[in-house]
């Protein structure tokens, strides 16, 4: 009796299965239905070679999911590219600046203090609309930063999207449609700089 429940269980119901199969679709319809973000990446992977045969770092900022996503491309560009990046995600920076320059400043005080002239910025906001990450925006470009490049979704003119020297943007209004494409694209940016797809950890 308890294996045929366990098989039963199995068996997804037709409205889940419909609803993932047209999940992927749209995922794979927003990675792919232009090829504009091909040479955009190709461009900003030129741009943070140039920033790093400079001795300069890029920074990458987000809230929420794409905090956590900014970790990880961080991450990965130092150890896998070889492009040394860094994020303000540490708990303690985030309360002390946030406590003392307001949650709408906290990341504009942290490039302010941290960023340098020629260092690159990545913001990234599903809404485009995060005071927060257009803040670091302006405060980058008047160190001045090298380059800013924003990853935003939603509406075609959010805000975030007209700062950057390059913009990609989402064509959705789903949070983790717009997160996994912005996710895609920059670890795809990674393997760009690296050259392969495949290599040792």
């Not at 999940?23 to 927003?30: E, K, P, S, V, Y």
Request: with cysteine; proline share 2%.
């Amino acid at each position: 009796m308890t294996e045929r429940i366990d098989a039963a269980m199995t068996v997804a119901p037709a409205e889940d299965v419909a609803f993932l199969h047209a999940h992927a679709d749209t995922f794979r319809r927003l990675c792919q239905e232009t090829s504009v973000w091909i040479a955009e990446l190709a461009a900003v992977k030129e741009m943070l070679l140039a920033a790093s045969r400079a001795g300069k770092k890029a920074i990458l900022v987000g809230n929420g999911g794409s905090a956590a996503m900014a970790s990880h491309v961080a991450v990965d560009l130092t150890k896998n590219a070889g492009v040394r990046a860094v994020t303000f995600n540490d708990a303690d920076l985030i309360t002390c600046f946030a406590n003392d320059y307001g949650y709408e400043r906290w990341l504009e005080q942290a490039v302010e203090f941290y960023g340098e002239p020629g260092d690159v910025l990545i913001a990234v906001s599903s809404s485009g609309r995060s005071a927060n990450i257009l803040k670091a925006c302006e405060a980058a470009r008047r160190k001045p930063f090298a380059s800013v490049i924003t990853f935003s979704g939603f509406a075609p003119d959010n805000p975030l999207r007209q700062l950057g020297d390059r913009n990609f943007w989402v064509e959705s209004r789903g949070y983790n449609l717009v997160e996994m494409v912005h996710h895609y694209w920059l670890l795809a940016l990674v393997d760009l700089i690296i050259g392969r797809a495949e290599y040792s950890a």
